[in-house]
């Protein structure tokens, strides 16, 4: 990266889709450096993790490129919160490339290419390690992206940007399917978006209004595979204890005479599936386009100490179920150049689209009694304000807080399955968040600088929920996940040239010239 731009509270109108943060990256470029430099750099880390990255720029003026290739290997992958990670071996690597054409000052080409995968075991538990589990994930993916600026007169910028991605995504289980408890899982999926989007800046006085539009289109492709193989998973009986019978050899509530009794839960369903009692696997494939159009307009206005923000969008998802939605966004920010302080407040409505992972499994009504879905994930809706204030103390310190509430129809959360990485969207009645956010600025000085982030989440889900596989759904409202009462990490950096660096392990970094100097 050479620059990042990160936009928290409510997005712009020229960002759509699953919009709760925007970041905005600038790759960087080798245009304009006449003589090519770069930098090679070394690192060895616990856990026998050995990393490694290299990076070369230049060309000329006229044409500029940058390649970039990296890859790490470690024992310590996934970072599981076992003391010691059993089976959890790991590889990645990342090649990046960018191409620049300027031929003149009104116009400018550019393509990033990029391909990289990654190799993982998924960790064990002490049980499952010595029940022989080794269950392995890869995931490869590739990423071509052109792009191309025009500068009309001396006020309007013409931008139109292309982008194909492709993820594979292959989940192993272990060779020996009764290794793997409760149930032993495999997947192969695929996921490729393509599209573009094209926009046109104009800027006149106080006004720099943009209209643009999207259009895209992501093929799925699905291949996912179940077996029960703990005989308690889906029992048809209870044990005095309330507690699931773990015999094979009980299959309807029938037998469940004397002491036992029916358990509620038995999904005679499942019983095909269940490995323990001679079942077969469940196998799902399915394939599906999902394409999405939008369409939008905004005006960053300044008057004065204000700045009016002022966008709509309209955008149309046509997948597995079809939606429009009209959205409004708007913000206002206010400086007091007296005492150093900002406020601002946002309003944005936005239109909230189905998880692409593993959506077409998740929208199978009725599939075997695994999916819980009554019908096609459908679109969720949210309203969003955002309020807050910015102030200086001094010279050295910069505190900004926040206070955010989101309201949202058909609100969307993962279903995690098992101990997997495998996750599965799901759809809730609505929900309801809200909280704030804090950011401590110490101001860079001499190389030196710090900041600390804190903030604090309400996020309260509310059934019935549809999708996901095997999903239990609680009496009544939950608290997902992301709910936190407090967090607060603490960062700060010191460099003679104000740069950041890294944290633990040994490293050993060469930067060199186009004449090969070399320095450490």
């Known amino acids: 990266m050479q620059a990042m731009e990160v936009i928290t509270g409510v997005a712009p109108a020229e960002y759509g889709d699953k919009s709760s943060l925007i970041v905005h990256i600038v790759t960087k470029s080798g245009l304009g450096q006449s003589k090519p ?13 050995p990393s490694f990255e290299a990076n070369v720029g230049g060309w000329s003026h006229a044409v500029g490129n940058f390649l970039s290739a990296s890859g790490l290997r470690t024992d310590r ?13 790991g590889d990645s690597q990342s090649i990046f490339d960018r191409l620049d054409v300027h031929p003149n000052d009104a116009n400018t080409f550019h393509l990033n290419l990029q391909a990289a995968r990654s190799s993982f075991d998924i960790p ?41 991605r492709q993820d594979r995504v292959t989940y192993l289980p272990s060779a020996d399917p009764f290794a793997d408890t409760p149930a032993t899982v495999g997947q192969g999926r695929r996921l490729t978006n393509m599209g573009a ?81 001679a079942g ?3 196998a799902f494939n399915g394939a599906a386009t999902i394409k999405e159009q939008a369409a939008y307009v905004q005006d960053d206005l300044k008057s004065g100490n204000a700045t009016f923000k002022l966008g709509l969008r309209v955008d149309h998802y046509d997948g597995l179920s079809t939606a429009w939605l ?24 936005t239109l909230e689209t189905p998880y692409n992972e593993n959506l077409l499994l998740s929208s199978s009504a009725g599939a075997s009694g695994l999916v819980g879905s ?21 010279r050295w310190v910069v505190v900004d807080v926040g206070y955010f509430v989101k309201r949202t129809d058909n609100a969307y959360d993962f279903g995690v399955l098992y101990d997997t990485p ?14 704030f956010t804090g950011r401590i600025n110490l101001v860079e000085h001499r190389g030196f600088s710090a900041f600390t982030v804190f903030g604090h989440t309400n996020a309260i889900f509310s059934p019935p929920g549809n999708g996901g596989v095997l999903l239990e759904e609680p009496p009544g409202d939950f608290r997902i996940d992301h709910d936190r009462k407090f967090q607060r990490p603490p960062t700060c950096n010191s460099s003679s040239s104000g740069r950041g660096g890294g944290v633990g392990g040994i490293q050993l970094a060469l930067r060199f010239g186009a004449r090969g100097r070399f320095g450490t």
């Open 37 to 49: 430099t770069g930098s090679v750099s070394a690192s060895y880390g616990s856990f026998n993790s």
């Open 77 to 89: 992958f996934l970072d599981p919160p076992e003391l010691v990670a059993l089976q959890d071996t």
């Open 124 to 164: 064990n538990t002490t049980d499952q390690a010595a029940a022989g589990q080794g269950q392995h994930q890869d995931i490869n993916t590739f990423n071509v992206a052109p792009g191309y600026t025009r500068v009309v007169g001396s006020k309007t910028l013409l931008s139109v940007n292309g982008f194909l």
């Open 197 to 277: 989007k094209a926009d046109l800046a104009y800027t006149a006085g106080p006004h720099n209004v943009k209209v643009g539009g999207t259009l895209s289109a992501t093929q799925l492709a699905e291949n996912f595979t179940l077996g029960f193989t703990d005989p308690a998973v889906n029992s048809p009986c209870l044990d005095v204890d309330g507690k699931p019978i773990g015999n094979p050899s009980l299959r309807t509530v029938s037998q469940c005479e004397g002491a036992l009794a029916p358990n509620p839960d038995f999904s005679p369903n499942l019983m095909a599936f269940d490995l323990s009692r």
């Open 280 to 282: 077969r696997l469940f």
């Open 326 to 349: 009209v959205q409004p966004r708007l913000g206002v920010s206010y400086a007091v150049p007296v005492s150093g302080t900002v406020l601002r407040a946002s309003y944005g409505r």
């Open 374 to 394: 009554a019908q096609p994930l459908q679109p969720g809706k949210r309203q969003q304000v955002e309020v807050g204030v910015q102030q200086g103390l001094g």
């Open 422 to 435: 495998i996750v599965f969207p799901i759809s809730w009645d609505r929900s309801r968040i809200d909280g």
